[in-house]
């Protein structure tokens, strides 16, 4: 099978990918967004905060961007990468239909996954009335009664902590679910100061009934009202090409980049929650747009030496 060779394959076809895309075919570089279709935002109807396409629904955003990326001339694969490897001056991809694409760039916009605390109805009401983010949805659920469950894994105490102490802005009712979690005495006079409730007890499920959050249910069979839950999810970047590839990664496992996307593999550049997992939409697209600027004045200076 032959192998089409471009100048930079984007790995991911989310916001940060399509946005790094554009910004390089209208460069007239030979662009191809490879995308395995499984945005991290698939859960979500709208997305909030991004600018004159606040409340668009996630997909409408991804169709538009792939028909201006094609209109310029962008290739757009669905398919995944299951391989990657330094080849002739450049990358080798290989995908999984058996296809391979040369690339002398590699840009890796592939985002994170949300490893959740497993109990009933979290998972199912994902993106829904269960929500991680309150700058991107505490407007929706202002002024209802909230909750913020904890979780085992290491480090969510103190982003479970830090959920709860920003909640307040958006409703007067918030309610702390420690879980499994032992909360400070220090915490405890923060949370208390910001007006959290703090209900002790292993959470036993999220009670749903006519398809809504219902409430929090304890082991102990108790429950408290809720009409959203938010969670300290565990982020977890997509770093196999990256990790196929040799970049370097830091103790927590995120790539290590410059402030350009630039990873210490030359050639190969990271952009959106793969290196970042604070960044929204907007930042994401638009850390994209910079990498990709940077990724063209790297090969304009590779076309100059050669």
Not at 20 to 29: D, K, Y
Not at 84 to 103: C, K, N, Q
Not at 181 to 197: C, E, P, W
């Amino acid at each position: 099978m032959s192998e089409t060779k471009y100048d930079v394959v984007i790995v991911g076809g989310g916001a940060a990918g399509l946005s790094a895309a554009l910004v390089l075919t209208r460069a007239r570089r030979a662009v191809a967004v490879i995308d395995a279709g499984e945005p991290r935002n698939a859960a979500a109807s709208h997305m909030q905060g991004f600018l004159s396409r606040d409340g668009m629904p996630p997909a409408e955003l991804l169709a538009a961007g792939r028909a201006e990326v094609a209109g310029y001339g962008g290739d757009l694969i669905d398919d995944r990468v299951v391989s990657a490897e330094p080849a002739d001056r450049g990358f080798r991809i290989g995908l999984a239909s058996g296809r391979t694409v040369h690339a002398r760039r590699v840009l890796v916009a592939a985002g994170l996954r949300d490893e959740l605390p497993a109990l009933p109805g979290v998972r199912e009401r994902w993106g829904r009335d269960v929500l991680h983010c309150p700058y991107c949805h505490g407007y929706e659920v202002a002024h209802r009664p909230l909750g913020i469950l904890g979780g085992t894994e290491p480090g969510a105490l103190e982003r479970a902590v830090h959920l709860a102490l920003i909640l307040p802005q958006w409703s007067g009712d918030v309610v702390f679910f420690p879980h499994t979690m032992t909360v400070s005495d220090t915490d405890r006079q923060r949370l208390a100061a910001r007006g959290v409730k703090i209900v002790e007890g292993e959470v036993a499920r999220l009670v749903v009934a006519d398809d809504a959050l219902r409430g929090v249910e304890l082991v102990d069979g108790s429950a408290v009202p809720r009409a959203a839950v938010f969670v300290a999810s565990t982020m977890i970047p997509d770093n196999a090409v990256l990790n196929a590839l040799g970049c370097d990664l830091d103790p927590k496992g995120w790539v290590v980049a410059d402030p350009a996307g630039r990873t210490s593999v030359a050639g190969v550049w990271v952009a959106g929650n793969v290196a970042d997992p604070r960044m929204q939409v907007i930042t994401a697209a638009g850390a994209a747009s910079a990498a990709a600027i940077a990724i063209n004045g790297d090969l304009v200076e590779e076309d100059s030496r050669l």
